[in-house]
């Protein structure tokens, strides 16, 4: 037995390298653009990953100005502040954020059909 050499392996963490790159300096904040079907042709578009500096209520009432259309900010308890705005937006909201300066264009994601 003593001419054996036995290693006993070490704690090993699979998901070590990809925890290290979401903490790492270089993450970005993205800003989700969802639509959700609602009942029949209706359908809702949420806004979420806005800094939290930003007066969430006057960035709404610019997008219902501009692309006449009714929405609201709802307070969700895993995700913060969610603007929800009625129709498919995704399209305007992007196109909206990056002119204002509010985010660049990478980091918008756009979820949904």
Same mark, same amino acid.
């Given at each position: 037995?003593? +001419?054996?050499?036995?290693? #006993?392996?070490?704690?090993?963490?699979? $998901?070590?390298?990809?925890?290290?790159? %979401?903490?790492?300096?270089? =993450?970005? +904040?993205?800003? &989700?653009?969802?639509?959700?079907?609602?009942?029949?042709?209706? =359908? @809702?578009?949420?806004?979420? *990953?806005?800094?939290?500096? $930003?007066?969430?209520?006057? #960035?709404?009432? +610019?997008?219902?100005?501009?692309?006449?259309?009714?929405?609201?900010?709802?307070? %969700?308890?895993? @995700?913060?502040?969610? #603007?929800?705005? !009625? *129709?498919? !937006?995704?399209?305007?909201?992007?196109?909206?954020?990056? !002119?204002? *300066?509010?985010?660049?264009? %990478? !980091? #918008?994601?756009? &979820?949904?059909?």
């Amino acid at each position: 037995m003593s +001419d054996l050499d036995i290693q #006993i392996p070490g704690t090993y963490d699979p $998901f070590a390298e990809a925890n290290a790159e %979401d903490r790492g300096a270089g =993450s970005k +904040d993205y800003v &989700h653009v969802r639509v959700q079907q609602r009942n029949g042709r209706k =359908s @809702l578009t949420t806004v979420q *990953g806005l800094k939290k500096d $930003f007066n969430y209520n006057k #960035i709404l009432k +610019d997008f219902k100005k501009e692309f006449c259309c009714n929405g609201t900010v709802v307070e %969700d308890p895993e @995700l913060g502040q969610v #603007i929800q705005l !009625q *129709g498919d !937006q995704r399209k305007n909201v992007s196109q909206f954020l990056v !002119q204002a *300066g509010v985010v660049k264009k %990478d !980091q #918008i994601k756009l &979820h949904g059909f």
